[in-house]
């Protein structure tokens, strides 16, 4: 079943795989769709069945990506569970599903067997009804926690009484942002004890909305998720879609895309790190960063008209074209920022300050690291080597005018994902470099011209966002608007997995320690505070809990 491969690396036989799965799921097993490349594998079983398939692909290192539900009208809640091999076999993905009657639809909790479904199994409950037996904290998500009755956790936070009066943190909310949230710290003294988080404050039923525009749309609409990552969300919703309406892309349209997609992790980045250099008290590191990454957005700016939202892709290619001039002015200012970048890139590894704030800070090792489903630079900064633009390559990823190496690190600390995010912003500008070296030699067209049809069926698509891996799943049933729309963060799993990383520590670190994820969200609303020994509580906005402990530093 599994082989030790040469350098370490576990390889598994799809062949073998599905034959156990068949054998542990019979006779509720049916392979009902195999997308066109191959390796997206839909597999229909029982809903009773989803727990022990869970703990075989678990076993075999599959990671569960996520878990999410569609709903069938009169046919039930179609209830997915979507795992991944894509480190292991090059774009691989396993996705079980089973039908749920819609008026009782139960399901076996996973939430016990692997914190990565945790958050998505909660989501599900809220927003399909679906019921997950003994999972191990029921609680909202996204509602609030006491509405319409209190739902206490099995396991954690037994000892905080929840109050009938709603505690709602209110701002501030920012449009370009998914979720707002607070943390509820349990400390003694300054040492924490526990975490316990809840997001959703700012949730936008930005999915319910993709739901109701047509597939034209929502390439508009995604983008707008997160303002920083703007191009990411299109991509991973068109991997999708193309995947779907079997649609070739040009190859110019595929370095153009690229190109885009590594700018914009070069301004997230250099965005992050000077984030994360105010939240440690370093605020000459933010006028440095933020000065240097206008030269980025300069570059976005000369190709598509825009600084911040591109607005550049549509389905099938591009909307936008380089000509040689703006290929030489791209690179011009890509070297000037390389220049500035290496130099607050070298101070910043010298730093004392940096390294007293963030080195042996927030240690995430790698077995919980896994066990959370952590992506992106947080999860290569834990030593696993995860990437989708390496694993599931994309666009121009992997092309044979592309190449680069993940770069990951294995300190698994604040320190590692800084450093992670510094090597990877170099890394994206020699990715750049490589497109523009290939939009020299590759021409033709930037869009698929030829007539299609909108077929009925279903897919999935990601991409590497700056944070991480970012999940789409579509549903079409052949009219002009999807009929499902699913969207998986790559900060839904980093934030979550934030319970691992701050306990053990003091008060004085938690901010940088949340920050060290890039987490997506409105600003931490608010920070509540609980005494373990005297049990009070203490509430404060953020910017007060930054201006009371950065003191301490």
């Known amino acids: 079943m599994i082989i030790q491969a040469n350098g370490g690396n576990i390889m598994i036989n799809v062949k073998e795989v599905l034959g156990k799965l068949r054998d542990i799921l019979s006779p509720d097993f049916q392979v009902t769709r195999i997308d066109r490349n191959g390796r997206h594998i839909y597999i229909e079983t029982s809903s009773q069945k989803l727990l022990d398939a869970a703990k075989f692909l678990l076993d075999i290192d599959g990671r569960l990506i996520h878990v ?244 550049a892709v549509i389905i099938g290619g591009s909307r936008i074209d380089l000509t040689d001039e703006m290929i030489n002015k791209v690179r011009e200012k890509l070297l000037a920022f390389k220049s500035q970048a290496e130099r607050i890139i070298d101070i910043v590894y010298d730093s004392g300050l940096v390294r007293k704030r963030t080195e042996n800070i927030g240690v995430l090792k790698l077995p919980e690291a896994k066990n959370a489903g952590i992506v992106g630079p947080t999860a290569r900064a834990s030593g696993w080597k995860i990437d989708v633009r390496k694993d599931s390559p994309y666009d121009a990823y992997g092309d044979e005018y592309t190449s680069w190496d993940v770069v990951t690190d294995e300190g698994s600390d604040v320190l590692a994902r800084v450093i992670v995010r510094c090597k990877e912003t170099l890394v994206s500008i020699d990715i750049c470099m490589q497109c523009l070296d290939a939009l020299k030699r590759v021409h033709g067209p930037i869009i698929h011209k030829e007539r299609f049809e909108i077929p009925e069926g279903e897919a999935i698509g990601k991409s590497e966002a700056p944070r991480g891996e970012l999940l789409y799943y579509i549903v079409s049933n052949g009219t002009i608007n999807p009929h499902t729309v699913r969207i998986r963060t790559p900060s839904y799993r980093n934030i979550a997995a934030l319970k691992y990383m701050i306990p053990g520590y003091t008060l004085a670190d938690v901010p940088i320690i949340i920050g060290s994820v890039d987490p997506c969200f409105a600003c931490t609303d608010r920070v509540i505070i609980v005494d373990e020994k005297h049990g009070k509580k203490q509430v404060m906005s953020y910017d007060l809990f930054l201006k009371k402990y950065l003191k301490r530093r």
């Not at 996705?95 to 692997?114: C, G, K």
């Not at 029921?138 to 954690?156: D, G, Q, T």
């Not at 109701?212 to 703007?230: A, D, T, Y």
């Not at 969300?233 to 997609?261: C, G, M, Q, S, W």
């Open 68 to 311: 999410t539900a569609s709903d069938l009208g009169f046919r039930g809640i179609k209830l997915l569970h979507v795992y991944s091999f894509d480190h292991l076999v090059k774009n691989l993905h396993l996705i079980l599903y089973a039908i749920l009657p819609r008026d009782n639809p139960v399901a076996p909790s996973t939430a016990s067997l692997t914190y990565q479904s945790n958050w998505a199994e909660r989501e599900t409950m809220e927003l399909m009804g679906v019921k997950f037996e003994n999972h191990p904290d029921p609680r909202h998500i996204f509602l609030p926690f006491e509405w319409p009755e209190p739902v206490e956790s099995s396991k954690e936070w037994k000892t905080v009484k929840l109050e009938r009066n709603v505690i709602l943190p209110i701002g501030p909310y920012h449009p370009a942002l998914i979720e707002g949230g607070y943390f509820k710290i349990k400390v003694d003294g300054e040492d924490i004890l526990d975490v316990d988080i809840k997001v959703g404050f700012n949730h936008r039923g930005i999915m319910r909305l993709a739901e109701r525009r047509s597939f034209w749309k929502n390439v508009f609409l995604v983008s707008r998720v997160c303002g920083i990552c703007n191009i990411c969300h299109p991509l991973a919703y068109l991997n999708a879609v193309e995947n779907l309406f079997k649609i070739d892309v040009p190859d110019r349209a595929k370095y153009i895309r690229t190109l885009l997609a590594e700018l914009n992790r070069i301004h997230s980045h250099f965005l992050w790190l000077g984030v994360a250099g105010e939240l440690i008290g370093f605020k000459t590191l933010l006028m440095w960063t933020w000065k240097a990454r206008e030269l980025v957005q300069d570059c976005v700016e000369l190709i598509t008209g825009n600084r911040v939202h591109m607005d």
